[in-house]
T-cell receptor
């Protein structure tokens, strides 16, 4: 297992288009998190899953955003009708159910640029 | 909004010096973690301190936690140019996990 994998690494899209990102967590981890990070800021929590159940959603996650984790394995984050303000780094992390013994493991992120 | 605030926002030191960053947070926590992020990359977990711990060491890292003041500090001793990065504290409340605003550390060779 090589850690948390995110694809694509970079995505450039035109305003109004839909985009989908994928995250493959560490296989033994039951929790999966999505964060958004803009330049010079810390990551902002978007949502998290425990197995396939989405347990928490930030108010930052507007109705244009949807996340899924079918079968409790990989997760997808879709943004519909993208806006320039959606340009950011989208980070995925995973951990064990009972909290991080060794911290959360993050992927390298997907950088979205909306033009 | 983010849970934590870090101080200073930016820090520049000479190689070999110690670097200290502080984090303040707002609510009760289960644990507090520190992460490092190199420019344009993902975050790397450095150290975790639980709410019932006061101090923890890992190599050149020393973390303290004062739950009465809702604050933590990260000390990097004998800094190296490779320590240049942004450092974030993150608070785990059990339900949510919030990052601070980060400290940008530059270590000058």
């Amino acid at each position: 297992d090589t850690g948390v994998s995110q694809n694509p690494r970079h995505k450039i899209t035109k305003r109004g288009q839909n985009v989908t990102f994928r995250c493959d967590p560490i296989s033994e981890h039951n929790r999966l998190y999505w964060y958004r990070q803009t330049l010079g800021q810390g990551p902002e929590f978007l949502t998290y899953f425990q197995n396939e159940a989405q347990l928490e959603k930030s108010r930052l996650l507007s109705d244009r955003f949807s996340a899924e984790r079918p079968k409790g394995s990989f997760s997808t984050l879709e943004i519909q009708r993208t806006e320039q303000g959606d340009s950011a780094m989208y980070l995925c992390a995973s951990s064990f159910l009972r909290g991080p013994i060794g911290g959360y493991t993050f992927g390298s992120g997907t950088r979205l640029t909306v033009v | 909004s983010q849970q934590g605030e870090e101080d200073p926002q930016a820090l520049s030191i000479q190689e070999g010096e110690n670097a200290t960053m502080n984090c303040s947070y707002k609510t009760s926590i289960n644990n507090l973690q520190w992460y490092r992020q190199n420019s344009g990359r993902g975050l790397v977990h450095l150290i975790l301190i639980r709410s019932n711990e006061r101090e923890k060491h890992s190599g050149r890292l020393r973390v303290t936690l004062d739950t009465s003041k809702k604050s933590s500090s990260l000390l990097i001793t004998a800094s190296r140019a490779a320590d240049t990065a942004s450092y974030f504290c993150a608070t785990d409340t059990g339900n949510q996990f919030y990052f601070g605003t980060g400290t940008s550390l530059t270590v000058i060779p």
